[in-house]
């Protein structure tokens, strides 16, 4: 079974990519006919609350959306940090790193916003919200960049010092050009991951798209018909972001 594996990945052909789409929709679409056709009274009491699934699913886009960017800065300074000379520096970001990626996503949420804004008199649950999020997905993106970093051959920064790049330059032009091309699939995975780790901004009050849905199944009684549409919005959000990273990553391998 080994030459299985050893043999290099061809590309499917066209006609057999498309003969798979069209068998896979034509199941989930006679799926789709058959869950309605046994429950269509219960998605008509789940259709009159679509403007409660609507305004979570903003709230959750805008939470996600704040969190990437926020993530991304936390993760690529803590990875930087991480390699500093300078140890209060070093050491406080290995601090960071380990203590949040020690702790559920759960506590942290609890935590951050019942006991530390709580005592500092921050009560804005959208921002602690978003802030404990970002703070979780940094380290571990901080780690996949680190890793990332640490990759890249000794030759690469020696050949960069030779030619009179300063460390600045180093990063820009040399290393994270790199690393953005081995880093890409974990990121999308843990950005991902983070979309739907939104989910449990539910436990402080936050009316994201979770806490909508719970809401809708316990005015309808309709459990099946409240989730359904849930798992249907995440999606909606998670695989454009593949689909996007994999385009990315595919145009970052042909440019190096």
Known sequence: MEFLFDRAEKPAPLWAKGATVCALLAVYSALCIWVFSISMMKWEKVWEYRVVFLNGWMTTVGISAAALVLSTLFGLAAALAR??????LKYTAVFYVETVRGLPLMFLVLFGFYGVAN???WNDRMAVGVLVLSLFSGAYIAEVIRAGIESVGRSQWDSARA????????????????????TLPPLAGQFSSLIKDSSLLYIVGISELTFSAQQVNSATYSTFEAYLPLGVCYLLLTLPLSLWTKSLEARVRYET
């Open 83 to 88: 390699r500093s000379p300078f140890l209060p």
């Open 119 to 121: 005592i500092l008199g």
């Open 163 to 182: 030619i009179g790049l300063t460390l600045a330059q180093t990063y820009r032009f040399v290393i994270l050009p790199q690393v953005l091309k081995q």
